[in-house]
């Protein structure tokens, strides 16, 4: 069974600062990778996707992969209250499947 | 349209009822996902239909059954649950199923009492 690991947090970050979150996956031969956010009570939002490695910026995020090391993080610069979420790490597997990550919440401090 | 729209939002039912979840894509996606969230746990895949065909069921309960009448459409039928099948349903689509990017819907919050 393919893996995905996040560490569940809370992560508390004061408003303004950089969020670093984190992600792990298992399977050395994942080519995509996903990051989605969830607000409480809501559905994941797909935020970001990434396939090569390097960084891939989108505003305020920028996603970084490194296959060698199989991690995939998220950065969230100059972060706001309205980021406090549940961010999903996701990754397809053989069949296509998106595996997910248990999650890591995010809490901006005002 | 890059919506997809899930009704209802809410759905309460006893036990012995039977009702239907749907689930409607306009964006052409051939991919179509049902997956069940429980709170503060990730979501979990529950059924895939690819071109209108079901390619994956991950031992989904019998009383939970998927229809895919067209390539816009996905129905969940629902018959006697269980109060522990309350959850967050999430229906999803993607452009094919490669998992490039899952869109997901608003979701139908489920009650069983």
């Known amino acids: 069974q393919k893996e995905v690991e996040q560490n569940s947090g809370p992560l508390s970050v004061p408003e303004g600062a950089i969020a670093s979150l984190n992600c792990t996956y298992s399977?050395?031969?994942?080519?995509?990778f996903f990051w989605y956010r969830q607000y409480s009570g809501k559905s994941p939002e797909l935020i970001m996707s990434?396939?090569?490695?390097g960084d891939k910026e989108d505003g305020r995020f920028t996603a970084q992969l490194n296959k060698a090391s199989q991690y995939v993080s998220l950065l969230i610069r100059d972060s706001q209250p309205s980021d406090s979420a549940t961010y999903l790490c996701a990754v397809p597997d053989s069949s296509y499947k998106l595996i997910f990550g248990s999650g890591t919440r995010l809490l901006v401090r005002p | 349209d890059t919506e997809v729209t899930q009704t209802p939002k809410h759905l309460v039912m006893g036990m012995t009822n039977k009702k239907s979840l749907k689930c409607e894509q306009h964006m052409g996606h051939r991919a179509m996902y049902w997956y069940k969230q429980k709170a503060k746990k990730p979501p979990e895949l529950m059924f895939v239909y690819s071109y209108e065909k079901l390619s994956i069921n991950e031992s989904v309960p019998s009383r939970f059954s998927p229809e895919c009448p067209n390539s816009s459409l996905l129905n969940l039928h629902l018959h006697a649950l269980q109060p522990e099948d309350s959850a967050l349903y999430l229906c999803?689509?993607?452009?094919?199923?490669?998992?490039?990017?899952?869109?997901f819907g608003s979701g139908t919050r489920l009650t069983v009492v």
């Open positions: 990434i396939y090569s490695n």
């Open positions: 399977d050395r031969g994942s080519q995509s």
């Open positions: 999803a689509s993607s452009p094919d199923r490669r998992g490039t990017g899952y869109t």
